[in-house]
C-alpha cells in the first residue's frame, strides 16, 4: 500500500530517511536531520528564485498548472470576472466567502469612507519632482501612511487589520489618480463617493471642466473586470515581498509600499507596459514576420507571451481579449491593434511559440485596453497594484495569524572566499589587481 512519504537514502553514509509527505510537499526542515557527522551541519535546499519551494501555506489563491485554472477562494476566475464586481471579489478575498446583500453594502459604505486623503498627505505628494513616474510616486505615499495612522502598528489586534484593509482599499485609487494628475500638470479631483469604485477613480483621473462626470459604462465595466482579473495571483514576487516584510510585524503600509517596489519592476507589473513598446518597435503588420524570425533565430523572453505558472494558456487573457473587443467598439482599436493580432496568431498557431510555451498572457491585451482607455504606459504598474491590494493585505493577515510563520531568514550557499588574514596596507601585494577584480565584481 503506498503511504505519504519520501525515503531518501544519503550516498555519503548509506543512511536511508523517511520524510513524510504533506500537500505534495516536503518540509525543508526535515532535510536537516541528512547529516554526515553527528550534530553537524545538515542538508538545505538551493533554489534560487524560490522556483520549487512554499513559503506558506495559504487558502486565498489557486493556480493549477496543466488544467491551466486560475481560482480565488475556490472560484473560478473566468466566472467571478463574468457575473461578479470587483470590490465583492474584493470582498471574497479579504473574507474567504462572497457577501449577502447587507455584508456588501456595510463593506462598500466601508470602504467609501476611506477614499479621501488627509491634506497633509497631498502636500507631502506635491513634494515630488513633476516629472516623477506615478508608481514610484504610490510607492512612496503608500510607505508613509502609517505616521498618519499610528493604530497600524498593532498588527496583532484584528480590528486594526479590518480598519488598515479597507483604509488601503479605499485610498488607492486615490493615491493613484492624485499621482497622475501630478505628473500630468493638472489639479487633483477630490472622490465623488456618489459614483462607484471604479467610477469615481475614472472621475478623479479624468475629470476636466465638466460640473458632474459621468464614465462611460462600457469603459467603466472593462475596468471593473480588469480589476478582478488582475486581484490575486497565488505566491507572485510582489505577494511574497509583502509577506517577507510583513513577517517582522511592520505596519501594513511598510507591507503594501514593498510589494508596490516589488511590482514596479518591468518583469513583474511593468510587463504589460514592455508589451507596448514592444509593438511600437514592431510598429507595422509586415514587420511582424520579421520580428518572428528573429526571435526563433534569438529566443528570449517576451513580454506578453507564455506565462511560468501556466502550461498551455493564461485563463485570463481570452477574457482581456473580450474585454479589448468591448472597448475597441465603443472608443476605437489603437492604431497597433492589427499588429497585436498578427503576433497573436502566430503565438497560438506556429509549432515553435506552442512548443515553447509562448501563448499570449494576460498582458499582451491589457496593454492595448489601458492605451484606448487613454492610460500613459507609466500607468500600468500602478493599474495593476490598485487591484491587488486587497490580495496584498489578505495574505498579510493570513501570515500574520499563522502560527507557523516566523521572521524570514533563509540560508544561503556561501560560494566566497575562504579564511584569510588580515593583511596590513603597507604589505599588501597586487593591490592595483586586487580593486579591479573587486571593482568588476560590483
Not at 92 to 113: C, D, Y
Not at 308 to 329: T, W
Not at 330 to 343: F, T
Not at 399 to 420: A, F, L
Request: aromatic fraction near 10%; glycine fraction near 6%; charge should be negative.
Amino acid at each position: 500500500m503506498a503511504r505519504d512519504t519520501l525515503s531518501i537514502t544519503d550516498d555519503r553514509t548509506g543512511r536511508t530517511y523517511v520524510v513524510p509527505i504533506e500537500h505534495g510537499a516536503i518540509r525543508a526542515s526535515e532535510l536537516a536531520r541528512i547529516q554526515v557527522e553527528p550534530h553537524g551541519p545538515g542538508l538545505y535546499c538551493y533554489d534560487p528564485g524560490l522556483a520549487n519551494t512554499a513559503l506558506c501555506r495559504s487558502g486565498i489563491g489557486c493556480i493549477e498548472a496543466g488544467p491551466d485554472r486560475l481560482r480565488y477562494r475556490g472560484y473560478d476566475v473566468e466566472e467571478l470576472a463574468a457575473r461578479s464586481t470587483y470590490l465583492e471579489t474584493a470582498y471574497l478575498i479579504v473574507k474567504g466567502e462572497l457577501p449577502v446583500a447587507s455584508h456588501f453594502a456595510t463593506w462598500q459604505r466601508n470602504i467609501k469612507m476611506h477614499t479621501m486623503l488627509h491634506e497633509n498627505v497631498k502636500r507631502l505628494m506635491e513634494g515630488f519632482r513633476y516629472d516623477a513616474r506615478p508608481m514610484s510616486i504610490l510607492m512612496g505615499t503608500v510607505g508613509v501612511l502609517s505616521a498618519f495612522y499610528p493604530d497600524s502598528y498593532d498588527v496583532l489586534d484584528l480590528e486594526s487589520r479590518r480598519v488598515q484593509t479597507r483604509r488601503l482599499i479605499g485610498k488607492m485609487p486615490t493615491i493613484a489618480a492624485f499621482a497622475y494628475r501630478r505628473s500630468r500638470g493638472l489639479p487633483y479631483v477630490y472622490p465623488n463617493n456618489d459614483l462607484s469604485y471604479i467610477g469615481n477613480f475614472l472621475s478623479m483621473l479624468f475629470k476636466m471642466t465638466e460640473l458632474e462626470y459621468q464614465p462611460n459604462p462600457v469603459v467603466e465595466r472593462a475596468l471593473d473586470r480588469l480589476f478582478i482579473l488582475y486581484a490575486e495571483h497565488a505566491q507572485n514576487c510582489s505577494s511574497t515581498a509583502a509577506r517577507i516584510t510583513g513577517s517582522t510585524h511592520a505596519d501594513p503600509y511598510a507591507v503594501i509600499a514593498s510589494a508596490c517596489a516589488a511590482m514596479s519592476g518591468p518583469g513583474h507589473g511593468g510587463s504589460n507596459e514592455r508589451v507596448l513598446h514592444m509593438l511600437q518597435e514592431i510598429g507595422t503588420v509586415d514587420r511582424v514576420a520579421g520580428f518572428v524570425e528573429n526571435l526563433k533565430a534569438n529566443p528570449r523572453r517576451v513580454p506578453g507571451l507564455g506565462h511560468s505558472a501556466y502550461l498551455q494558456r493564461d485563463p485570463r487573457a481570452a477574457i482581456i481579449r473580450e474585454i479589448a473587443e468591448e472597448v475597441y467598439a465603443e472608443v476605437g482599436p489603437p492604431a497597433l491593434m492589427p499588429v497585436a493580432r498578427e503576433l497573436e496568431q502566430i503565438a497560438l498557431h506556429d509549432h515553435w511559440f506552442v512548443s515553447n510555451r509562448y501563448f499570449p498572457n494576460a498582458d499582451f491585451y491589457s496593454a492595448l485596453v489601458y492605451d484606448a482607455m487613454g492610460f500613459p504606459v507609466e500607468m500600468f504598474p500602478v493599474l495593476f497594484a490598485i487591484p491587488r491590494t486587497a490580495s496584498w493585505m489578505a495574505q498579510w493577515a493570513e501570515m500574520v495569524v499563522d502560527p507557523e510563520q516566523d521572521v524570514v531568514r533563509p540560508r544561503q550557499t556561501y560560494v566566497g572566499s575562504p579564511d584569510r588574514p588580515y593583511v596590513p596596507m603597507e604589505q599588501r601585494e597586487q593591490l592595483g589587481a586586487l580593486e579591479t577584480a573587486i571593482h568588476g565584481r560590483l
